[in-house]
């Protein structure tokens, strides 16, 4: 049972990662089309499915599947998973920003810089890699 929910666990992080790297993309081209162009218009549909149909499912997912396997595997008393943990309450975070995001595109209200969501999509990629890197070499 645990190796089977640990393979649910990582498609749903293969998943939810998809949309959290290519989401920022998304708004980068977004702040370029002009408001109320149908270019605008497509990227706004693009955005409120992928947040909807693929990364809120996949993130929820991820929590269920995570919180057995720490469960399950006696994992809860290692500091590595604290580490863990913590990392991905901050990618959670940064999910939740993403959706206000769409919102606010959707609304025609983006008031933020296409600078902004440059920076802004490198730091889903730092959270992976040291998300990663606990649980495989678990260094504590
Ligand atoms: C949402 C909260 C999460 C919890 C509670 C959690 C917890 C766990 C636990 C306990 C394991 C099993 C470790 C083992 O058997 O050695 C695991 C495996 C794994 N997790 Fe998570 N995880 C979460 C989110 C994530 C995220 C966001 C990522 C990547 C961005 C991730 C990537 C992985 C990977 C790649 C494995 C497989 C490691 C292996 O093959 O040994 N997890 N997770």
Known sequence: MYEWIKALHVIAVISWMAGMLYLPRLFVYHCEAEI???QSE??????RRLLRAIMNPAMIVTWLA???L???GHWFSHPWL???LLVVVVLSGVHGF????VKD???DRNRRSQKFYR???????VLMIAIVILVIVKPF
């Open 105 to 107: 595109f959707a609304g």
């Open 82 to 84: 604290h580490a863990k």
């Open 42 to 47: 497509t990227f706004k549909v693009m955005e």
């Open 70 to 72: 720490a469960w399950a």
């Open 119 to 125: 920076i802004i999509n490198e730091v889903p990629t």
């Open 98 to 101: 993403f959706a206000r995001c």
């Open 66 to 68: 995570g919180l057995y």
């Open 36 to 38: 109320g162009s149908k």
